[in-house]
């Protein structure tokens, strides 16, 4: 009797490719994209196998994807004519050079627009942010106008001394689903990316069959892009360099307390309509717990260091000579200039003899009459008050009328947008992502990576998205690090729980038997909430948990 036993790692990978089947990611981009019927495996089976091998967070580069998927699954995860050869560099290279060529911000809009319509995701409160990926080597300077320049710019990662591509994204806050992704130049301005972008969405805007809105942060709001913003609902922070900014929260301030409003326990704010740059516009201006803690901080840090320098000063000017007192007076004033937190109070000018002669001076010994000027230095705690308050305050900006959208849900709108935008930003720079896959040689093969990278975020927030609506609709928990029943754990927490779960395929003489091994109660119940074609993979029947 001959016996031969293998195994192949499912892991948590069933999901993700249980949720590129049911989106049919696959199928939309073929129908874009042609394939040469002599290769193996098409462009969109190309870009599904580059997903799955970054969101299977092993620290590889796109190169080795053939050995990511060596002792997976292909048969569960793909279809049984696949290996891991297929996803050999030189494929997934021309699979990106397809990306680019049908153009691929086009591509993500289109794959993005037909999911939110068949997940149902709430898209009006769209964020609008950017992020930038340092790169290293060289890359061709004279690239045409649809390819991305990798050069030097401001760099988010301060990393100066690398060059960078800027990635645009824009998601909803419905589940942080990007909707809107393209590169752009690696000395490319926000502001001109979010001029650009608001400019772009007028027309989407106003077709849509119910209200969306843009939010960004203050890089949107200022007197180039004020035109365009006339024409769009939009909701961003005014810019602290604008003066008028500064005047409006020193008016909200010198109202008492009962006069703003509570929005919860670390946030009240004061409503006003305005005309700047030419828009009627409501500015909410909000003063923030944490952001005064942070302020106190802040200032009791520069209180300190202005207080070392004028005790440096005031040592320094004491000894000094002057000929008459109004030049010791103005030397003193000269030191009390430009000081914030601190008040420079004059003690007094003291006269004396100024002997030309060293040694012990005699009855007839020539002097000149000089002056020294002395001081002390007292805490201007009023000032440092007033600062504190003003720096835990900012305004947010809308032309949305009131009865759209009240003040709470403009302000909320707002801080959530951090949240959406921000978590898919630290999801796509994970060191365990794609960022060693970025070390490839043409521009073009980086614009179609990041708008691979991107997908693979729209993937991991629908499957996430469609976990925790479950969980919901179950009234349901899963276990947390702490263990601790949970309503909404991360998604990248729940694939470190289905770690070990194998495919073992036995053969008996000939006879091939195919069983599924580390399937423990937690893990079924964890996949019982996925679709059918999750649990297909891991050769669940469907269970009484409601699925999505």
């Given amino acids: 009797m001959e016996i031969e036993a293998t195994s192949q790692r499912i892991d948590h990978l069933g999901i993700i490719a249980g949720v590129i089947k049911d989106l049919r990611l696959v199928e939309l981009i073929d129908e874009r994209i042609a394939t040469d019927s002599r290769e193996e495996i098409s462009t969109g089976e190309a870009v599904a196998g580059m997903i799955i091998n970054g969101l299977g967070f092993s620290d590889r580069p796109m190169t080795l994807t053939p050995q990511f998927f060596e002792n997976k699954a292909l048969n569960a995860l793909f279809r049984p004519e696949v290996n891991a050869s297929h996803f050999n560099r030189f494929k997934l290279g021309r699979a990106l050079d397809d990306c680019y060529l049908y153009g691929c911000d086009t591509l993500f809009a289109e794959i993005s627009l037909k999911t939110c319509q068949q997940e149902g995701v709430d898209t009006r409160f769209n964020s609008l942010d950017t992020t930038a990926f340092a790169l290293t080597g060289e890359y061709d300077p004279d690239c045409d106008e649809h390819t991305v320049l990798i050069t030097h710019g401001y760099s988010k990662d301060h990393r100066p001394d690398l060059k960078q591509v800027v990635l645009e994204m824009m998601t909803s806050h419905d589940g942080g689903i990007p909707v809107i992704s393209k590169s752009w130049n690696g000395n490319a301005s926000d502001a001109k990316i979010f001029r650009e972008r608001a400019q772009a969405l007028i027309k989407s805007f106003k077709e849509s069959e119910s209200p969306r809105y843009l939010i960004a942060d203050s890089k949107l709001y200022d007197s180039k892009t004020a035109e365009i913003l006339e024409k769009i609902p939009f909701i961003t922070r005014i810019p602290g360099t604008i003066k008028f900014e500064a005047e409006m929260i020193k008016k909200a301030l010198q109202k008492p307390i009962q006069k703003w409003k509570r929005l919860n326990d670390n946030h009240r704010f004061q409503r006003f309509e305005v005309q700047h740059y030419g828009l009627k516009q409501r500015w909410i201006v909000v003063s923030s717990q944490e952001a005064q803690d942070r302020s106190e901080k802040r200032i009791g840090l520069l209180c300190k260091k202005e207080k070392e320098k004028l005790q440096r000063l005031l040592k320094k000017l004491s000894s000094e000579e002057f000929s008459c007192p109004d030049d010791a007076r103005k030397s003193f004033e000269k030191c009390a200039k430009g000081v914030k937190f601190h008040e420079l109070e004059l003690m007094e000018v003291k006269e004396y003899k100024a002997y030309l002669s060293k040694g012990r001076p005699r009855p007839d010994s020539s002097y000149e009459i000089k002056y020294q000027v002395h001081g002390v230095i007292k805490d201007a705690e009023d000032a440092r008050k007033k600062a504190i308050q003003e720096s835990s305050c900012f305004i947010v900006a809308t032309t949305i009328p009131i009865q759209d959208l009240s003040d709470e849900e403009t302000v909320m709108a707002y801080k959530n947008q951090n949240t959406a935008i921000e978590r898919g930003f630290r999801f796509l ?120």
């Avoid at 470190?496 to 937690?522: A, F, H, K, W």
């Fill in 429 to 548: 720079k994970d060191p365990l992502m794609f960022t060693s896959s970025l070390f490839v040689k043409k521009p073009e093969r980086i614009m179609g990576l990041l708008m691979v990278m991107t997908l693979s975020l729209l993937v991991y927030s629908i499957s996430q998205r469609r976990l925790h609506q479950a969980l919901e609709k179950a009234q349901s928990t899963l276990p947390n690090q702490i263990r601790k029943e949970i309503p909404n754990p991360t998604l990248r927490w729940i694939f470190q729980l289905l770690d070990g779960i194998e495919i073992i395929r036995i053969t008996i003489n000939n006879t091939v038997q195919e069983v599924i091994s580390g399937l423990t109660d937690l893990r079924c119940r964890i996949l019982s909430y996925f679709s059918e074609a999750v649990r297909k993979i891991y050769r669940l029947h469907k269970e009484t948990a409601p699925a999505f």
